[in-house]
């Protein structure tokens, strides 16, 4: 069956799922990035998998964020790695970007990079499957805000001057009311209960009490979602002060930073 070019080219970009790009311009990748939410749905309905293996929780946690990072070639631990070693240089623009593009990785993305990856495999212990597959929507949410209309590159090349401004303005707006809206009956249902490994201990073995310890389940997704959303919203607004735009490294770090702030948002508060 032939997806329609806007899926392809987000699935093609955004996991390594095989799919077959036919086309590639700047209105399929608009179209791409409005719908790459829908790829982190299916992504985190995958990785969330090892969560529910039994041993350790932070055992299945880890191999869920590692699954995670497989499914999507670790380019947006590799993004947020080059964009820490960009700002924390404290170089100009210019110089900033340059230092990204290189190969290697400095003492600022290594800390970085190990800080997020403690983050949400702690959090995804404690949180559960439906906080994991919102984080990953949540990540991917923060793409199509990023490629909104008014959003520049802040290089003529690259996947940044690709997707950079492609999305039409009522698009992020309409994509996060129907994530939220899927967030939120996630959380009503009995499948969103926390993994049985959950850090939380004592949680109730009927729904009210499943994700009913802190905040309930219909509000807790949404809000973790949001919270996700606002930090990468934070960081691009960072980005793009320092560097003049969006490039590839600075998407692949919005992905990270909403994965991680809704995974601890929801372990806190659930």
């Known amino acids: ?3 329609p070019h806007g899926l392809s080219l ?20 608009g179209r791409a990035m409005t719908l790459a939410p829908v790829v982190g749905l299916a992504l985190g309905l995958v990785a969330g ?20 990072a497989v499914l999507n070639r670790g380019l947006h631990l590799d993004g947020l ?11 100009p623009a210019a110089q900033a970007l340059d230092i990204m593009k290189k190969s290697d990785i400095g003492p600022f993305g290594v800390m970085t990079l190990v800080l997020t990856l403690v983050v949400q495999v702690v959090a995804a212990a404690g949180a559960g499957y439906a906080a994991l597959v919102t984080a990953c929507v949540a990540g991917r ?8 209309a008014g959003v520049p590159a802040a290089r003529p090349d690259g996947l940044g001057a690709m997707v950079a401004g492609t999305v039409r303005r009522p698009a992020p707006l309409l994509a996060t009311l129907a994530a939220l809206l899927a967030a939120a009956a996630a959380g009503l249902t009995p499948a969103a209960e926390k993994s049985p490994h959950g850090l939380s201990g004592g ?13 309930s389940g219909g509000l807790l997704l949404p809000l973790g979602l949001l919270a996700g959303l606002a930090a990468a919203l934070l960081l691009l607004g960072h980005a793009r002060r320092r560097l003049g735009g969006i490039t590839g490294d600075v998407l692949g770090a919005l992905v990270e930073t909403a994965t991680a702030t809704t995974l601890a948002v929801c372990a806190i508060l659930g």
Do not use: H, Q, Y
């Open 1 to 3: 069956m032939r997806l």
């Open 10 to 29: 987000a699935i093609g970009t955004l996991s390594v799922f095989p799919v077959r790009v036919e086309r590639v311009d700047r209105e399929v990748a």
């Open 49 to 68: 998998l090892p969560l529910f293996l039994p041993g350790p929780p932070l055992l299945g946690a880890a191999l869920a964020v590692g699954l995670l």
């Open 81 to 91: 790695a080059d964009l820490a070693d960009g700002l924390g240089s404290g170089k």
């Open 141 to 148: 949410l923060a793409l199509t805000w990023a490629c909104r």
């Open 203 to 215: 949680i109730s073995s009927d729904l009210s009490g499943g994700l009913s310890n802190g905040l």
